[in-house]
């Protein structure tokens, strides 16, 4: 793969896991589910800049990355406060479920 693209395939994986998260919180009700599903967004996140850093240091900016990137970030944190709204009504954030409290 040339470095060019590197960072468009960094935004497209992190496209990518947006669905896998959104599924590990939907169908696990369990806290290690939890921490799988965060994991996965830090990891996303973590796309997020390396694609912009690498993007700006070998100055390979694309038409696709332009509108690809900001709505890969906003799909990613909109997913992100959607899954908290189901969690909290949902009650799958009583920490009494784990044993944690």
């Known amino acids: 793969m040339k ?3 590197i960072p468009n395939a960094l935004t497209l994986i992190r496209v990518v896991m947006i669905p896998i998260f959104i599924a590990i919180l939907s ?3 369990s806290y290690l589910g939890h921490i799988v599903a965060a994991v996965i967004f830090a990891i996303a996140s973590i796309t997020d800049y ?3 850093f690498l993007a700006r240091k070998w100055n ?3 038409n696709f990355g332009k509108f690809a990137d900001p709505m890969a970030d906003k799909l990613l944190v909109m997913s992100a ?3 908290m709204i189901e969690l909290k009504n949902g009650s799958c954030l009583d ?3 784990y044993h944690l409290s």
Request: hydrophobic residues 40%.
């Open 95 to 97: 920490c009494s479920r």
């Open 50 to 52: 390396l694609d912009g």
């Open 81 to 83: 406060f959607i899954m």
């Open 3 to 5: 470095k060019e693209n």
């Open 60 to 62: 390979v900016v694309s």
């Open 27 to 29: 169908l696990s009700h």
